[in-house]
């Protein structure tokens, strides 16, 4: 028998790109949810960008952390998994990029009963066996307050 929890939370998302010499932050906050289901937690959220939606999913399991998203034609995902080189895929309407991952930091601290956790990922973008970027992942989430302020 399946169980499946769902709450509102809100997150925080903080990704450092470096490529070459060049170091870009950029900070995300929105609201989402968390999804427990047979021992598999989810959490789900839509960027708004510049007019462009993108849904991203997380999911969290024992050893790994998977990333999907979706949106505008293109498709991402990559899985995580420390101390691993793992086969990445992104689709794009001008056709499919063979990519893989190194994680060399992973770590999650989740609970879902209270609904709040952090995931922290340092990885390496990796194409034609070549490093093309170096990422740090931040993320950071809690229960959406029902109460007016």
């Known amino acids: 028998m399946s169980q499946t929890q769902k709450q509102m939370v809100q997150l925080s998302l903080t990704t450092t790109v470096r490529q070459d010499d060049d170091v870009e932050t950029f900070n995300f906050d ?3 949810e968390l999804l427990v ?4 937690v989810y959490l789900r959220y839509t960027e708004n960008i510049a007019e462009q939606q ?3 999913r997380f999911k969290s399991e024992p050893d790994s952390v998977r ?3 979706t949106g505008d034609g293109q498709q991402t995902q990559l899985v995580f998994v420390l101390d691993q080189q793992v086969p990445a895929f992104y689709q794009t309407p001008a056709g ?3 990519l893989a991952t190194y994680t060399t930091q992973l770590q999650t601290a989740i609970d879902p009963e209270k609904a709040q956790g952090k995931i922290a990922i340092d990885y390496q973008l990796i194409a034609n066996d070549q490093i ?3 990422y740090a ?3 950071q989430f809690q229960a959406k307050s029902s109460k007016l302020n």
Do not use: I, P, S, Y
């Not at 289901?37 to 598999?40: A, F, T, V």
């Open 132 to 134: 093309v970027g170096e």
């Open 30 to 32: 929105t609201a989402g």
């Open 137 to 139: 992942l931040r993320l």
């Open 37 to 40: 289901k047979n021992d598999h």
């Open 96 to 98: 499919q990029m063979h």
């Open 67 to 69: 990333l999907h998203r």
């Open 54 to 56: 993108t849904k991203v």
